[in-house]
């Protein structure tokens, strides 16, 4: 399956300093372990390494660049016209902010099975190109198949 997270996903994950850090560290292993496919793209590269740079922590830098830029299981998802378009949709629609309709449209494009997001605000749309948008406690299916 393919999956995209939304950068705060990456953020509990990485930096595990909120009470959703534990459930996003177990999706990141569940999702590794069943060989999911995680959609990125340099977008979400650049929202995840702003405070990393800011605070001057190049461990953490280092370690986004490599999940997002030199893992198997991951796939670069660029910023095409077809992406701005439906970003360009989704926002005249639903009146999100800029962050969440790129994410959202990025996934779209990239035909996401699942889109995962701590916001229940972004749970609630149906996202054509997404089959699901669903919340941290979501179950990852234990194969790829």
């Given at each position: 399956?393919?999956?995209?997270?939304?950068?705060?996903?990456?953020?509990?994950?990485?930096?595990?300093?909120?009470?959703?850090?534990?459930?996003?560290?177990?999706?990141?292993?569940?999702?590794?372990?069943?060989?999911?496919?995680?959609?990125?793209?340099?977008?979400?590269?650049?929202?995840l390494?702003?405070?990393?740079?800011?605070?001057?922590?190049?461990?953490?830098?280092?370690?986004?660049?490599?999940?997002?830029?030199?893992?198997?299981?991951?796939?670069?998802?660029?910023?095409?016209?077809?992406?701005?378009?439906?970003?360009?949709?989704?926002?005249?629609?639903?009146?999100?902010q800029?962050?969440?309709?790129?994410h959202?449209?990025?996934?779209?494009?990239?035909?996401?099975?699942?889109?995962?997001?701590?916001?229940?605000?972004?749970?609630?749309l149906?996202?054509?190109?997404?089959?699901?948008i669903?919340?941290?406690?979501?179950?990852?299916?234990?194969?790829?198949?």
């Open positions: 399956m393919r999956f995209y997270l939304d950068s705060m996903v990456w953020i509990y994950a990485f930096e595990g300093n909120s009470p959703f850090a534990a459930p996003a560290q177990t999706l990141f292993r569940n999702l590794r372990a069943a060989g999911h496919t995680l959609l990125v793209s340099h977008f979400l590269l650049g929202e390494l702003v405070v990393p740079i800011r605070s001057g922590d190049s461990f953490l830098v280092a370690s986004y660049k490599r999940a997002l830029l030199a893992s198997a299981t991951v796939e670069l998802v660029p910023f095409s016209a077809e992406v701005a378009v439906t970003f360009a949709t989704l926002r005249a629609r639903h009146r999100i800029s962050a969440d309709a790129i959202l449209s990025l996934a779209a494009t990239a035909q996401a099975d699942i889109f995962v997001t701590a916001d229940s605000r972004l749970q609630k149906v996202v054509p190109g997404i089959g699901a669903v919340d941290l406690a979501y179950s990852v299916p234990t194969r790829h198949p």
